[in-house]
Each structure stands twice: as C-alpha cells, then as structure tokens.
C-alpha cells in the first residue's frame, strides 16, 4: 500500500515508495542500441560499492565527477590540491587509478566537472582572496589542455549543457580578519574546440554585482541580506556595512536545459543571481524570503539539551514545537534545476551558513573588531536578562560589532509573549531557556537556538536601531552606550529542507519539517541506518558527522543541514537527491510535478554511530565508520553506467569516502 503524508505548509503531499523492491532495469546490446530506461513508479538506493582515501577530516572527498567514456569517477581531494581518479568499470570494487594534481602552487581545489571528455577544475589561490583558476583537462590521457584566471575563491564550477562554456562561482570570501573582502563574481569562459579536436579556453568575461551597488537599499528592504561590515576598524552599524557587489558570494550554479540562463545561490545573502550567458551579465538578484517556524507543518527542535523528567533530571527528549517570531534563513548551498510543462525550476538544499570569521583569534574576542567579524549567537546570550547586558559576555564569545550596537537586547513581549518575553523588566522570560519542562509549564527550550545578531531588531526608516531601556521602553535619548536593543523576529540558519523555486525565485514547494520529522520517528515511514537499515534513526537523532553518541547536538544549530544535491530523469519521471551533510545520508524525491513532491527512500550508509570517528580514525579502524559528511552528489543515468542501471556517486568529506549507490526501479502497488 502506498501511504500519504503532508510534508509542507502549502498543504502539498508526501508519498512514501509503497513495497520497494531490488528490481531494476536491463538494456539490451542488440545493435549496441540500449533500450529505454523504463519509467519507474518507485525508486530506492541501495550501496553498492565505495572507495575510501584512508583520510579523515581533511576534505578528502568533496565533489564527484563521473565520466561515461572511460567509467571513471574523479573526486576532488580539496586541501590536496589534488583530484583522485577512480576506476569505477566494476562499482563494487572501487579501485583508486592514479591522480590529477593542479600545477598552481600551494592552490586548493575545490570543484570538477565533466563535458564530453573534457574536465574542468576550479583552483583557489594562496592566500584565497588572490584571483583563482580554472583548468582544463583531457579526461582520458589527464593532460593540462589549458588554464585561465578567474575571481578570487572560485568555488564551484559547470559546463553548460551544449558545452560551450565553463560556468564559475567566484566566492571572494573575505580573509580571517575581514581586512580584505573581494568582490563576488561569476566567470563565463568559453570552450573553443579547434579543427584537429582539441580543446582550450576562449574568451574570459566576468559577470560581477557592481551594477547593483546603487540599490542595495532596495535590495536590503526586499531582503537580500547585504550586511557585512565595510571598514572593521570602525565602529559597525548601517553606515558602515560593504558594497553590493563585496557582500555577495556566489556559492553554486545551476544552468537551463537551453544553455541561455543560469542561477547562482548567494548562500550567505539569502537570494539567488540571474545571469544571462551570452552577454556575461547578472540581470536579476532575487530574494528568497524566509521560513516561519510559527506555521503549522515547519515545527523544529530549537535545542540540543532538552527536556527534564519527571523526577527532574536531565534526559534526551524530543521538543518539536512551532515557535512565533523565529524564521529560517533559506541559504542553499547546492542547487540544481530541471524542466517540467515548459518551465524551469530550481531545487536547492537549504543548508545555512553562518559568516564566522576570526572566531578563533582571541583578540577579537577581547574586544578588537579589527580582527574578525562573527555575526552568530545563541540566544540565551543574545538576550540574558543581566544589567550589565553584553559586557556579562565580553572576552567570552561576545561578537565586538554587536557591542558596537547596544548596550544589551531583549526579546519584544508582542511576539515572544508565548515564552515569557516581558514578564519581568528588561527580561525574556523563560524564551532564553535551555529546555522545556516535561509537564509543558516554565520554559520554552529556544534559548540554546543560534541566530543572527545582525537582523530582526526594531529599527528607524535608515536602519538605525532603535532603543530601549531596560524596562522596554523605547527611548529616543539612549544611545549604543546605554540604549537595549528590541527583537521583534529571531533568524536562524538554513532551513533544515529542500525548497523547488520557479525561475523568479519564488518558492513553489518546501519540505517543511519532514526531513527531522521522518529521522525522530514521527511520520508514517520507518528510518534506518546503516546501508542495511537496522539501526533506530531515533537513536541519533540530529547526530553530528564527527562525533559519536551524539543524540540531538545539532538540533540547536542547522538540524541535519541538507547542503548537496543532484537530480535526475529516469524514464519520464524526475528525481531529487538530496544529502544531509551532518545526519549524513541521502533524502530522495520524485520531483516530476514540482508542486506535489513525492518522498521515495532515505539511505544512510553511516555504520558506527557510538565510537567517537576521530578515534576510529587513530586506532586505524576508519573502515568502521562507514560514510560521513555528504558533500557532492552525482547522477549517473543507466544510459552512461557501467551496471547499465542508473546510479547515484556521494563524496563524503570527513569519511574521504566516495560511495556507489545503486537507484532500484520498482512498480508502485496501490
């Protein structure tokens, strides 16, 4: 039987892949002609094979590319400066085929990919915030055919569809102490293929955000999130954050079937860019809005210490709630787009990512801005009720721009009145608190939540905060030096989802809370771990991907932070792969119809989930851990596999695993 669920908050449904099977495709090799892949009702993954570098921690398998030809996978070994090729002829048996190794000095790769036997790979400089490179390669003999420079950071790199360009995403992160903060770009190079067959680059043009520093106000007031700061030596506020075209960082592209238009994630800004291909211009940037966690259907656990039993002790419990005021900032780092009925639309994982930079430098911290910019808080911190406000947390993990601001904050009692908020002057009740009370009296559990300091405090008509005193009294006499700041809306990171977007970026569906739903056991739908599915997903809920016995510790961060993504056509039917880069694992959806989604299979091939991975990795018994880390994704359909069925490739960055899934056909049964 098939079984329903409504996973969204515009009341779409869930289909749960109904008596799954192994059963799968064949082709036929009559006339070397492959037959049609038949059109699957359902599908599941199954493991097939994986290789591991025997390296842990070190973003040693980050972003896969499969070339059909040779039957070889390429896996980027980031922090190498190398690429690892694999011999994928016989999936089950992975064996490593040698290496292809940047000749840019001291350089990081960070992304591949592959066209009709050609690669390119995206070089990052040293120090990052220098102008990188783009190479290309002979996929078969690994030869440099050539190189170009792009944008500083180039982070992620595509061919369009026809070949004919190399797409780059130039980050221009800033460096640790945010001195320096190059402008984001997109690169558009030309691939030109001379008479005799071979290859190089052609004309170089950059796309860049200067045409819209003029309207960043604008931007600003439709939210796009423009906020970094502009000089860090100088007190932060309004006045005083970056350009446009510096605040925005181009994480991911995807391009259209026709090769005329391409979407770049702004992960950080919370929007994505238009760019059309053929004039090299960024034409549109589109805000993506936010989450309400206040709407039914996008409940979250806010914290990673819930819960008291009745005795009053500490337990692990599960505190799924909907909370008013608190939103959740899109920032989709992978996106990939399809076509369905003429349209284009874009699926995105929505991972999060907070701008933390000199967080490890203790000057900052002591209070020199100059050496850093950490726009994440928890909220207990944000708002705790102590007259001395932010200075209770100076020296400790008390951002010096948020400093800059106020002298403290509070939460505003017309929103967060369900928590507490105004009880008591100058106070947020029990919202600060860091779990909720079995028998549902006191606390709320949402102040272990992190946030973003930088947004959701009332403000005047340029941005300015305004002030408060400490019995929540606005204040037009107070200053930073003395005034609290008043919180009306609470922005967390990332949206523990997968969102499909129409080509304006406007949302047409999200996942709402299904993903953290489905992994604590409260949907309709069994969750297993481990490639054979007998481990209790309850058990490790929330888990992170570099410690063991970690039930709920990422609930008060970004939840399972869905971060790669990869989408597929098998018959006539599309399907969405989605990896979850701290729970670990692969979401998968039928995605043909983009307003009702269909859930097919989740596979989490993650097999110790008790022994700390680091140790395991010392005591030499990596192997045991299985896959940690998803961090790119690869469709391979049965036309271009070596199985001829079709097959999903997950690099996994802390494991420095890549994984063969197999994609199972099955008939769905009513």
């Not at 983009?594 to 989930?609: G, S």
């Amino acid at each position: 039987m098939s079984k329903w669920f409504a996973v969204s908050t515009l009341a779409l449904s869930v289909a749960l892949a109904g008596c799954l099977s192994n059963s799968s495709s064949s082709r036929s090799n009559n006339g070397n002609q492959p037959e049609p892949t038949p059109t699957p009702q359902n599908i599941s993954l199954s493991k097939l094979g994986s290789y591991s570098s025997g390296q842990y921690g070190v973003s040693a398998a980050e972003i896969p590319a499969f070339d059909p030809v040779n039957k070889r996978i390429f896996i980027v070994n980031a922090q190498s400066g190398k690429v690892d090729v694999l011999d994928a002829a016989d999936p089950q048996n992975l064996a490593r085929a040698g290496e292809l190794a940047t000749g840019v000095l001291n350089a990081t790769i960070n992304s591949i990919s592959y066209h009709d036997g050609l690669l390119a790979v995206a070089v990052e400089s040293s120090p990052k915030t220098a102008n990188g490179f783009v190479e290309l390669y002979d996929a078969t003999t690994l030869e440099l055919l050539d190189s170009t420079g792009v944008g500083a950071l180039p982070d992620m790199l595509t061919f369009t569809p026809d070949g004919k360009y190399v797409l780059v995403a130039n980050e221009g992160e800033p460096n640790d102490d945010y001195s320096v903060d190059p402008e984001g770009s997109v690169s558009v190079v030309e691939v030109v293929k001379a008479a005799d067959g071979t290859s190089s680059f052609g004309a170089n043009r950059t796309a860049g955000f200067e045409a819209f520093n003029a309207d960043k106000d604008d931007l600003i007031a439709k939210g796009v999130r423009i906020y970094g700061p502009a000089d860090n030596t100088q007190p932060y506020g309004p006045a005083n954050t970056t350009t446009v075209a510096r605040d925005m960082e181009p994480e991911y592209i995807t391009v259209s079937e026709d090769g005329t238009t391409a979407w770049v994630a702004l992960q950080e800004n919370n929007a994505f860019a238009k760019l059309d291909i053929a004039s090299a211009t960024i034409t549109e940037i589109l805000p993506l809005g936010y989450k309400d966690y206040g709407v039914e259907g996008n409940a979250i656990d806010a914290s990673d210490e819930d819960g008291l039993d009745p005795e009053g002790e500490a337990t692990t419990l599960l505190n799924f709630q909907l909370w008013p005021g608190v939103v959740g900032m899109y920032h989709p780092d992978a996106i990939s787009s399809y076509s369905a009925n003429g349209k284009t639309y874009i699926v995105s994982a929505n991972e999060g990512d907070a701008r933390a930079w000199g967080e490890d430098d203790d000057a900052y911290w002591g209070g020199d801005r100059s050496k850093g910019f950490v726009e994440e808080f928890r909220l207990k911190h944000l708002v705790h009720h102590n007259a001395d406000g932010f200075e209770r947390r100076a020296g400790n993990d008390m951002p010096q721009q948020l400093r800059d601001l106020a002298k403290g904050a509070m939460l505003d009692p017309a929103v967060f009145d369900y928590c507490g908020a105004g009880e008591t002057a100058g106070r947020s009740g029990g919202c600060r608190e860091d779990f909720a009370a079995a028998d549902g009296t006191n606390a709320s559990g949402l102040g272990r939540l992190n946030i973003s300091w930088v947004q959701g405090y009332h403000t005047h008509a340029d941005g300015s905060p305004k002030y408060y005193t400490r019995a929540g009294v606005e204040d037009a006499s107070l200053t930073s030096a003395d005034g609290y700041l008043m919180y009306h809306t609470l922005y967390s990171y990332g949206a523990r989802s997968f969102s499909i977007w129409d080509e304006n970026g406007d949302q047409v569906w999200d996942s709402g809370d299904f993903f953290e739903k489905f992994l604590a056991d409260q949907t309709d739908f069994e969750c297993g771990l481990g490639a054979e599915r007998k481990i209790n997903c309850l058990d490790f809920f929330n888990s992170g991907h570099d410690e063991g016995s970690a039930f709920d510790s990422r609930s008060d961060a970004k939840g399972p932070e869905p971060e790669g993504i990869a989408v597929g056509k098998i018959g006539e039917q599309t399907f969405a792969f989605i990896g979850l880069e701290r729970m670990g694992g692969v979401m998968v959806f039928d995605i043909t119809d983009p307003q009702q989604p269909l859930f097919q299979d989740y596979l989490n091939a993650r097999e110790n989930w008790v022994d700390e991975p680091e140790d395991l990795f010392d005591e030499d018994r990596l192997e045991e851990a299985g896959d940690l880390g998803p961090e790119g994704l690869v469709f391979v359909s049965a036309e271009d596999s070596p199985t001829e069925q079709p097959l999903l490739i997950v690099g996994n960055e802390v494991s420095g695993t890549t994984t063969v899934f197999q994609i199972d056909l099955a008939d769905r049964t009513e």
